[in-house]
């Protein structure tokens, strides 16, 4: 199983079949899984491809935000499998076709349905930045059809996480899709980039083509920054005032999320759409019908409730979901549908909270026979830049693109980064992984309360009863020295 799995071959509890599309590391397969006989979409990526740091680090970011991500209109991993040349991403299979695809088909999309598909878009945006994350190559080939008229979006494999107020500078994506200050080499806000690719969307639904279109590629992004395009004459004037404010040149005039919703043509068709879970945050539903038939696969109630409420992505709980999706198709209706539009997410108490971010804190690393990490050093860099090549070749530059004539400039990687090195002591008692981003540690301990704890409860486990004892009855400037003693990691004298 080097480069192809052959038809009908078997990986855990799935069988292969047909090819669904190629990327940059690997093939998407369609697969059925055994159990319920529903069809998965199944990412298979060959390790020996993975091999530079910039490469692991983008499919890690890729792994970690699936793992995140909860919301109708964004796909969602179930499980993932491992072998020594492998990895297999088990996601939700939609069977509906590309949006781009679909305008090609009908030439262009009446407003009412672009209303609907662009109101899930949006919503999706929406969700994803409550999150810090930024998706960067939103365009019509990665808005994937479900047959009930709903979009899902795809392809993370640009995507980044940011911190508030953060700006960007990786420029990545399609070019007739990317934002102007994306192309100028600038410094951007992944907000306003991924509104601006969605007003591009806009337009192609509505006219039937692209805004920004040259066979000439410095022309191409001329025309961009500029905000060169015209409107035909048969998009309403609603729309057109809607898209220009979208596609604004200044990010800062640009539309907010908040103005698209105020406008007439979108308020034209009242859609509500769920706003999704956030994992840490809200309690993620469980059917108990459902858990009932896990049972005849052998699978213990208690132990499947406990793997859905920590988000795990098992065989468990992909059993689970995938009868969860069979049984609301079959028309039923359930208190674990998150598509529903009378579904509302229910915010957890602050200790269940940290209990689940220590659970996908200390999830396994995704790549461990690959990746060689110093467990001292925590990184942080913007992903690199290397997609597929599609129909519109990819944005792969650093500084500005107007400098740049030839078109071959498209397929070079460009590795934009930036690390923070926090070295600790041999003997430190806790993994680098705990830690969120940041450059001052001592702000973010303080920060995360469950670490605190974490580092207090294995002091306590290091010192006997009767030495804990004596040590309440010091002063307090003694125990707080005691405390930083432990936190900088070095030995405590026995007594």
Not at 177 to 186: F, L, Q, R, S, V
Not at 262 to 279: A, C, D, E, R
């Amino acid at each position: 199983m080097q480069n192809e799995l052959p038809k009908n071959q078997s990986i855990g509890q799935y069988i292969f079949s047909k090819t669904l599309g190629q990327g940059t590391f690997g093939k998407v397969k369609l697969a059925t899984h055994i159990l319920t006989g529903e069809k998965v979409a199944i990412k298979i990526l060959e390790k020996q491809k993975i091999c530079d740091q910039s490469d692991i680090e983008r499919v890690t970011k890729e792994i970690q935000i699936l793992k995140k991500v909860r919301h109708p209109n964004l796909v969602q991993l179930y499980e993932i499998i491992e072998t020594p040349k492998q990895l297999f991403l088990v996601m939700e299979y939609v069977n509906g076709g590309e949006l781009f695809d679909y305008i090609v088909q009908n030439q262009r999309i009446k407003d009412v349905e672009a209303i609907r598909f662009y109101s899930q878009l949006i919503s999706g945006i929406e969700y994803l930045h409550k999150l810090q994350i930024v998706h960067r190559d939103l365009k019509p080939e990665n808005l994937i059809l479900e047959g009930r008229g709903k979009i899902k979006i795809i392809d993370f494999g640009l995507s980044n996480f940011y911190h508030q107020d953060e700006l960007l500078k990786t420029a990545c994506g399609s070019p007739c899709y990317a934002a102007p200050e994306m192309i100028a080499g600038k410094k951007y806000n992944g907000l306003q980039i991924d509104i601006w690719s969605s007003g591009v969307i806009l337009f192609a639904m509505l006219a039937g083509y692209l805004p920004f279109e040259d066979p000439n590629t410095s022309q191409l992004y001329k025309k961009i920054i500029s905000g060169d395009f015209k409107f035909p004459k048969y998009i309403s004037q609603e729309a057109k005032d809607l898209i220009k404010n979208i596609l604004n040149v200044d990010p800062l005039k640009r539309y907010t999320i908040l103005d698209i919703r105020k406008h007439s043509w979108f308020s034209f068709y009242n859609q509500k759409i769920p706003t999704g879970l956030i994992v840490g945050q809200h309690r993620i539903p469980i059917d108990p019908e459902i858990v009932k038939q896990l049972i005849q696969y052998g699978i213990q109630s208690e132990h499947a409730e406990k793997c859905i409420e920590s988000n795990r992505h098992n065989h468990i709980t992909t059993t689970y979901y995938l009868l969860l999706k069979k049984y609301i198709l079959a028309g039923n209706k359930s208190i674990a549908d998150i598509n529903s539009e009378q579904f509302e997410a229910q915010r957890i108490s602050t200790r269940q909270s940290t209990y689940t971010d220590r659970k996908l804190i200390n999830q396994i690393n995704p790549l461990p026979l690959i990746q060689r990490k110093s467990r001292h050093t925590q990184q942080r860099e913007d992903s690199p830049i290397d997609t597929k090549p599609r129909l519109n070749i990819s944005v792969n530059t650093q500084n500005t693109i107007l400098q740049q004539q030839s078109p071959t400039i498209m397929n070079i990687s460009v590795d934009v980064r930036r690390k923070d090195t926090m070295d600790f002591q041999k003997n430190t008692l806790f993994e680098t992984s705990l830690l969120q981003q940041s450059n001052d540690v001592q702000v973010l301990k303080l920060k995360t309360p469950m670490c605190r704890n974490y580092i207090l409860a294995d002091y306590y486990g290091r010192c006997s009863k009767r030495s804990r004892n004596q040590e309440r009855k010091k002063s307090t400037d003694q125990d707080q020295t005691c405390f930083k003693t432990f936190y900088k990691a070095s030995p405590i004298k026995k007594r």
